[in-house]
T-cell receptor, first 110, second 114 residues
Framework: SQTIHQWPATLVQPVGSPLSLECTVEGTSNPNLYWYRQAAGRGLQLLFYSVGIGQISSEVPQNLSASRPQDRQFILSSKKLLLSDSGFYLC?????????FGPGTRLTVL | DQQVKQNSPSLSVQEGRISILNCDYT??????FLWYKKYPAEGPTFLIS?????DKNEDGRFTVFLNKSAKHLSLHIVPSQPGDSAVYFC?????????????FGKGTHLIIQP
């Protein structure tokens, strides 16, 4: 069966520091991968999606970036965090139209 | 412009009764709809979906109804149980439209009262 992992589970970072969140999927190959953010009081906002290694599409302009160095690995990064980057970050994978989410990373930027 | 709307931020229902969660969408290109359940500090869990070729889909206690002309869908939970207390997200997409992500509503917090 397929499983999706995210780490770290929680992260507290100062403003201006870099960020790297990792997502990996097991039990499938060539999945579509997604990064979402849930900010306080808001729904889930799609940030990036990827259909294959090295292929990244961005949905929202921001100071975040994503990379897919391996088939089942998806990384969310920032060079300098802003206060507004605080939120709950979710990685998801999809074989077709239904997406399955990881456990999430709670990021607090102070 | 919010393409998927859940107009009730919260809903309180007595245990054993029916919970009805509503969702409206504006984009007529959407043809595949999903409901997710989310506990605090966890990722959303897929519950049930419906394609626009259907108007109803049932899975155990969960039934989703789709009214395409009204661009409205609803999730019925019968009977409601304490473990159903969570935030429920409605989502929509274009089936077969490639890898585009889901468009989510802001969620409805369902509280099941004993």
């Amino acid at each position: 069966s397929q499983t999706i992992h995210q780490w770290p589970a929680t992260l507290v970072q100062p403003v201006g520091s870099p960020l790297s969140l990792e997502c990996t999927v097991e039990g499938t190959s060539n999945p579509n991968l997604y990064w979402y953010r849930q900010a306080a009081g808001r729904g889930l906002q799609l940030l990036f999606y990827s259909v294959g290694i090295g292929q990244i599409s961005s949905e929202v302009p921001q100071n975040l970036s994503a990379s897919r160095p391996q088939d089942r690995q998806f990384i969310l990064s920032s060079k300098k965090l802003l206060l507004s980057d605080s939120g709950f970050y979710l990685c998801a994978w999809s074989p077709m139209d239904t997406q399955y989410f990881g456990p999430g990373t709670r990021l607090t930027v102070l | 412009d919010q393409q998927v709307k859940q107009n009730s931020p919260s809903l309180s229902v007595q245990e054993g009764r029916i919970s009805i969660l509503n969702c409206d969408y504006t984009n007529s290109m959407f043809d595949y709809f999903l409901w997710y359940k989310k506990y605090p500090a966890e990722g959303p869990t897929f519950l049930i979906s419906i394609s626009s070729i259907k108007d109803k889909n049932e899975d155990g206690r969960f039934t989703v109804f789709l009214n395409k002309s009204a661009k409205h869908l609803s999730l019925h939970i019968v009977p409601s149980q304490p473990g159903d207390s969570a935030v429920y997200f409605c989502a929509a997409t274009y089936s077969g439209g490639g890898a585009d992500g889901l468009t989510f509503g802001k969620g409805t917090h369902l509280i099941i009262q004993p």
